[in-house]
């Protein structure tokens, strides 16, 4: 089955500088890849995903690449804020409507003043 | 969000009891799926359903059993709880035209 690797574990940045966040995945048949917040105590929540047939997708502040030879795709978060703290999960799947979603191990990211 | 609900949000059950958790939605969304979330493992998939009565395994199945008899809810059971199934469990649904899964609360379970 797929197995979804991520790094780093933990991740400390000053506010307002960039965090990236990397994941790799097994499975080449895997072809939708969504990126999942989560604030301690709470659900998980969607921020971005990717389609295989897109290389890039921007969301304000927020973008992710995706690389199908390498199998990697990557979370970028610009002008860091107290509010991005929390931990990200990166997940894989062949999509469509059954959507079983193999994650990754998770980052907690952490903004300082 | 999402309408979808889950019940109990809390419960702590001795070792060797049944215990089923219950997810309810009202998106009348066809599929539905249970993960557990423990530290260093992320969210792993337990069971999932593509339909009333349609199920199938995940990847961590073993010990759990699910039901699913009308499309709003999705039960997850625990036929014999064991101290490795304490846990935070989320069920979540997605869409038929979607691929983006919504989450409920999640249940913390603790197996004593």
């Known amino acids: 089955g797929e197995n979804v690797e991520q790094h780093p574990s933990t991740l400390s940045v000053q506010e307002g500088d960039s965090a990236v966040i990397k994941c790799t995945y097994s499975?080449?048949?895997?072809?939708?890849f969504p990126w999942y917040k989560q604030e301690l105590g709470k659900r998980p929540q969607l921020i971005i995903d990717?389609?295989?047939?897109?290389g890039e997708k921007k969301d304000q502040r927020i973008a992710v690449t995706l690389n199908k030879t390498a199998k990697h795709f990557s979370l970028h978060i610009t002008e860091t804020q107290p509010e991005d703290s929390a931990v990200y999960f990166c997940?894989?799947?062949?999509?469509?409507?059954?959507?079983?979603?193999?994650f990754g191990t998770g980052t907690q990211l952490k903004v300082e003043l | 969000d999402a309408g979808i609900t889950q019940s109990p949000r809390h419960k702590v059950t001795e070792t060797g009891t049944p215990v089923t958790l219950r997810c309810h939605q009202t998106?009348?969304?066809?599929?539905m799926y249970w993960y557990r979330q423990d530290p260093g493992h992320g969210l792993r998939l337990i069971h999932y359903?593509?339909?009333?009565?349609?199920?199938d395994k995940g990847e961590v199945s073993d010990g759990y059993s699910v039901s699913r008899s009308k499309t709003e809810d999705f039960l997850l059971t625990l036929e014999s709880a064991t101290s490795s199934q304490t846990s935070v469990y989320f069920c979540?649904?997605?869409?038929?035209?979607?691929?983006?899964?919504?989450f409920g609360q999640g249940t913390r379970l603790t197996v004593v």
């Open positions: 997940a894989a799947s062949i999509g469509g409507g059954g959507n079983k979603l193999t």
């Open positions: 499975d080449s048949a895997s072809n939708y």
């Open positions: 990717i389609r295989s047939n897109v």
């Open positions: 998106e009348n969304h066809r599929y």
């Open positions: 359903s593509y339909g009333v009565k349609d199920t």
């Open positions: 979540a649904i997605t869409g038929e035209a979607s691929t983006e899964a919504f």
